[in-house]
């Protein structure tokens, strides 16, 4: 039990369809994260919450990704127009300012 | 740019031998440093860390090694045990709360 549930667990989808991955913590960390992995790759940094407030954002997210923590407990990650290379792992990780973090599972997009 | 680099993208050892993990940084403002351990369809957990005050950090058979002068840091597994055939990220912290940088990962396995 990670302490983390992702849902959907894999998604598979067409180019220029929208997706939506919801991550629901069970501890109560103020922190979210969301990183994304590839094949070969270690996790690269998305996004991180404080509570609901977004703190910061990578430039890897560009202006069709967008996150959202409403009331600072579960967390949704939205693709628009995806794109093949948005194949990948995306993790949601509670955690602290020390860089421990509780990564969830995962949810895998496939692009078609 | 790679600011967290393992360059090792494999390493075998035999069950009961101490196997090394090496890593190098390149960015001076990060202070924290961790490692993560990922079995398959499984997400990254986080296994020790060290603080940049601090040379040696030891967790029962993992020991941590910081160099900061020559900006490199080593994880020891002594002895190796089959279960620890994983994948091991370094992973490593600024100050101001800069988020988690991960390195591309060494896949370790340990052979019975």
């Known amino acids: 039990d990670t302490g983390v549930s992702q849902d959907p667990r894999h998604k598979i989808t067409k180019r220029g369809q929208n997706v939506t991955f919801r991550c629901d913590p069970i501890?109560?960390?103020?922190?979210l994260y969301w990183y994304r992995q590839t094949l070969g790759q270690g996790p690269e940094f998305l996004t991180y919450f404080q509570n609901e407030a977004q703190l910061e954002k990578s430039r890897l997210l560009s202006d069709r990704f967008s996150a959202e923590r409403p009331k600072g407990s579960f967390s949704t990650l939205e693709i628009q127009r995806t794109e093949q290379g948005d194949s990948a792992m995306y993790l949601c990780?509670?955690?602290?300012?020390?860089?421990?973090?509780?990564f969830g599972e995962g949810s895998r997009l496939t692009v078609l | 740019d790679q600011q967290v680099k393992q360059n090792s993208p494999s390493l075998s050892v035999q069950e009961g031998r101490i196997s090394i993990l090496n890593c190098d940084y390149t960015n001076s403002m990060f202070d924290y440093f961790l490692w993560y351990k990922k079995y398959p369809a499984e997400g990254p957990t986080f296994l020790i860390s060290?603080?940049?005050?601090?040379d040696k950090n030891e967790d029962g058979r993992f020991t941590v090694f910081l160099n900061k002068s020559a900006k490199h840091l080593s994880l020891h597994i002594v002895p190796s045990q089959p279960g620890d055939s994983a994948v091991y990220f370094c992973a490593a912290l600024g100050w101001q709360n800069t988020p988690l940088v991960f390195g591309k990962g060494t896949r370790l396995s340990v052979i019975a």
């Open positions: 060290i603080s940049s005050i601090k």
């Open positions: 501890s109560e960390h103020n922190r």
């Open positions: 990780a509670p955690g602290t300012n020390t860089g421990e973090l509780f």
